[in-house]
């Protein structure tokens, strides 16, 4: 096993985590909003954000998709190792990591069922940078209008139409996050 | 013999824990009023005493948060001290009994009188978090309903009191309609309070212990008290003023001052009756703060 | 000048050094240890592990001294200390077949293979009180037997034999866990027989006693009630092969039922299933009886809306935790939402007392033109 698999986790693993989960409950709460995620030095090329997420909330209980460009031996090992996620098919995932290239198209990810909507994916999303600019927000969480740097607008318009089924987005860029539920109003 | 001498972890719960009810979090806040199913652990206190709203505070702490936790809007009541301690125990975390300073309220039966900030968080402890349970006991046939968007089972319940006693019968636990999907019980807080939930800056959490569920309304959502155009919903109080602050527009309690039937209301809010004191106001048979 | 009540802290505190104090009682009467709970209490401490869902005597006498002897409040002590315990896996099924029987009874044959053992058992006890107990005396050893050899196999192996009885389908699937996942309808067998194995004994009593006064009758016999220890084993992945890792003292009982037959199948016997922790027959014949009446389903028989049938209304009630705290919690305050509806029955009562006056009113003014 590499030096790299065993390091990089939370060092005050309740502590960290509890501080992680606190930036993705605020940033799902407020979509749009940008956070800062530090505790987690995953190997490249999942980003530090990512990697505080799969920290923060995934384990043995939660079948994970990596995208091709991230299921390297050193991120699965790295993953395997600080949070005992399996993974698995796409159609399985409760959380899907990648580029939104490569999560593309989203079909394939649960969307929950209409006793149990909830029993869906999220998506986290690596995108190259995080900007309060671009695509215009509304819906629950945000107090008029918020703007965010999406990569199209189109795939969530689509998803917010199949409410209250459809996929969550968490997007990190380095070590920066914000999140898009199902419920925002997305216009390009 | 067992080792009995142990640690626990941060906030009590252990992190596999915590992570199963931060995920029912996250999808019950991009749900808003959907219930969603969690594994509630066994607390070390009983079901019906907050252990939804104590695994809901305990998985969203940090070492920075400053907690207030009130029951009836009290700082002082036993099963409010209760729980402060409990945290204040398992994680050294700040507390407060001012509602301006706190990053996390848990809160039994009551929202705050002062309004909420965006940097807050509203922890509710819920009993049974199925508004429609009261018309049909069966969690199978209460998911179809919300499943199917099938409330006019509530609406003819609500009509039929609005029929037989010229009001709508119901006075806490009043069921709301979140972001025009969920019809959501808001856990059992007077009618009263009923307002402050709808387009709030501080994001509510909901738990049920006992009955395993987590159900939240984001920040700045709308939340409508279910009525008819006819009958519109009325939030209600009682028609008095404070008897320490002199406060018109507060939540009140009766309290039975003698044996003769005499009575005083004063505000369930302590910490807004507390702070208006403090501020010079005073009521019928109280005294500014500074000088009791 | 009204003071609003303080000092919620204070009061806590006090009523816990009041409660340490009644619990230990008049302190010239020697303290009890939890070795004497244990070994003299031993049916108490059986029922705080079953329904605690943790196999430790020692801690379930602990619970029981330090609850005052509320079983229900032991049986509390022991599942919230549980849920904190970390979990390195799970052991292998048990073999009740190899069990060490100390009790083991069959109301449906005279004898069988390994034979009629009633062990330590009140059954033929005339319940009359020893006074001779409360003079502290010493018991004199109950005569021994040379322990029988080789595995006691179950009757209800002997009428699947002549495909008499119901087979049950061996699984190789990981049952749910009723303590990882919160619960949903329809549950499988091993779910409910789960919950039934931690319900309230009282509960589980009372529902079998109503499958057998008609409420989802079925009539049952004890095929075989056994007591005894068995061994806990556990696979170590490292080494390839299980190791034992305990010996736990089990009850299980399975019960003979009737069957009439279906459009499908020729009359069979059925059965229903009750396995516990300890040495706890009442509860493992109540379960056996319930586990039978909720397989209706399964069964093709008719739902008759029996409460033991409805497996919606056992699973959501039978839990004793789950039970105390939500009826007890009606005691604390809850003056907020009396407010609430005090002020709403007032308003009420001033709005009909006005119609009534008013309707009074044209009454007479009728009356008087």
Request: charged residues 25%; hydrophobic residues 40%; proline residues 7%.
């Amino acid at each position: 096993m590499q030096a790299e698999t065993l390091s990089g986790g939370f060092a005050d693993t309740a502590r960290d985590a509890a501080r992680a989960f606190r930036a993705v409950l605020d940033a799902m709460a407020r979509p749009g909003s940008i956070h800062e995620m530090a505790g987690a030095a995953p190997p490249a090329p999942l980003s530090p954000a990512a990697g505080a997420v799969a920290l923060t909330l995934c384990d043995p209980e939660t079948p994970v998709w990596l995208a091709p460009s991230l299921a390297t031996p050193e991120v699965e090992g790295w993953l395997r190792f600080h949070t005992g996620a399996p993974l698995g098919p796409r159609e399985a995932a409760q959380f899907a990591f990648g580029s939104w290239e490569e999560l593309a198209p989203l079909t394939d990810f649960p969307i929950g069922t209409a006793e149990f909507p909830d029993r869906s994916a999220t998506l986290v999303v690596g995108l190259p940078g995080l900007a309060p600019a671009g695509a215009r927000l509304t819906g629950p969480g945000i107090r008029e209008a918020a703007a965010l740097s999406l990569p199209e607008a189109e795939a969530f318009a689509r998803n917010a139409a199949l409410y209250p089924l459809g996929l969550d987005f968490i997007f990190t860029a380095g070590s920066r996050l914000a999140a898009l539920p199902r419920t925002t109003r997305v216009e390009g | 013999m067992t080792d009995m001498s142990q640690d626990y972890n941060f906030a009590y719960l252990d992190e596999q824990t915590k992570r199963m009810i931060r995920r029912a979090l996250l999808k019950a806040v991009a749900i808003p009023g959907y219930q969603v199913p969690f594994a509630s652990r066994e607390m070390p206190m009983p079901y019906g005493w907050g252990t939804g709203g104590v695994q809901v505070t305990a998985a969203c702490l940090t070492p920075e948060d400053r907690l207030k936790v009130i029951d009836q809007g009290a700082d002082d009541t036993t099963n409010a001290v209760s729980i402060r301690k409990f945290f204040e125990r398992t994680a050294d975390v700040a507390v407060t009994e001012a509602t301006s300073e706190a990053s996390i309220i848990q809160t039994r039966h009551r929202i705050p009188e002062q309004a909420l900030s965006e940097e807050q968080i509203l922890v509710y402890q819920v009993p049974i978090p199925e508004p429609l349970r009261f018309l049909e006991p069966r969690e199978s046939e209460t998911r179809k309903m919300h499943a199917l968007e099938e409330y006019g089972l509530m609406h003819v319940k609500l009509y039929e009191d609005i029929a037989k006693n010229g009001h709508i019968a119901t006075a806490f636990a009043y069921p709301v309609k979140v972001e025009g999907r969920y019809v959501m019980d808001p856990s059992p807080i007077p009618k009263f309070d009923n307002p402050k939930m709808d387009d709030c800056p501080a994001l509510q959490l909901f738990g049920a212990g006992r009955e395993q569920r987590i159900y939240a309304v984001p920040p700045f959502t709308k939340v409508v008290s279910l009525d008819f155009e006819d009958h519109p919903f009325e939030a209600g109080r009682a028609a008095h003023d404070c008897a320490l602050c002199g406060a018109g527009d507060s939540y009140l309690d009766e309290v039975i001052i003698d044996d003769e039937g005499g009575r005083m209301f004063v505000c369930s809010d302590t910490d807004h009756c507390r702070t208006r004191r403090e501020a010079g106001h005073t009521g019928a048979l109280g005294v500014p703060e500074a000088f009791a | 000048m009204y003071v609003a009540v303080k000092g919620g802290e204070r009061a806590i505190e006090n009523a816990h050094a009041w409660l340490a104090e009644e619990r230990r009682g008049d302190t010239s009467v020697p303290e009890l240890s939890v070795a004497q709970i244990r070994e003299q209490m031993g049916l108490a401490v059986a029922r705080v592990m079953a329904e605690g869902s943790l196999y430790d005597p020692d801690l379930a006498a602990l619970a029981i001294k330090q609850a005052r002897g509320d079983l229900i409040e032991a049986v509390f002590l022991i599942r919230a200390y549980r849920t904190t315990l970390p979990r390195f896996g799970a052991s292998r099924p048990i073999e009740t077949a190899d069990m060490a029987c100390k009790r083991r009874v069959s109301a449906t044959f005279k004898d069988a293979p390994g034979g009629q053992v009633l062990g330590p058992t009140f059954d033929y006890t005339h319940r009359l009180l020893d006074f001779a107990l409360a003079a502290e005396g010493e018991v004199p050893p109950a005569p021994q037997a040379e322990p029988a050899e080789g595995p006691v196999p179950h009757i209800t192996g002997f009428l699947n034999r002549e495909g008499l009885i119901q087979q049950e389908r061996p699984s190789e699937e990981t049952p749910p866990d009723l303590t990882r996942q919160p619960l949903e309808t329809p549950a499988d067998r091993s779910l409910r027989l789960q919950a039934l194995a931690r319900g309230d004994e009282g509960f589980i009593l009372g529902l079998g006693y109503s499958t057998q006064r008609g409420y989802a009758k079925n009539h049952a016999f004890v095929g075989e009630l056994r007591i005894g220890d068995v061994e806990v084993e556990f696979d170590i992945p490292e080494l390839g092969f299980a190791v034992t890792i305990a010996e736990i003292e089990v009850t299980e009982c399975e019960t003979v039922n009737q069957f009439k037959g279906s459009k499908l199948e020729p009359p069979q016997f059925t059965r229903g299933y009750g396995l516990t922790f300890g040495m706890a027959e009442r509860k493992a014949i109540s379960m056996a009886l319930v586990d039978r009446a909720m397989r209706w389903r399964e069964l093709g028989e008719d739902y008759v809306g029996a409460p033991a049938q409805d497996e919606e209304f056992v699973l959501y009630h039978c839990d004793s935790i789950q039970a105390t705290g939500f009826v007890e919690h009606i005691k604390l305050p809850h003056y907020v939402d009396f407010q609430a509806e005090l002020e709403l029955v007032r308003r009420m009562r001033r709005e009909a007392a006005e119609a009534q006056a008013a309707a009074g009113a044209a009454a007479m003014k009728e009356a008087a033109e």
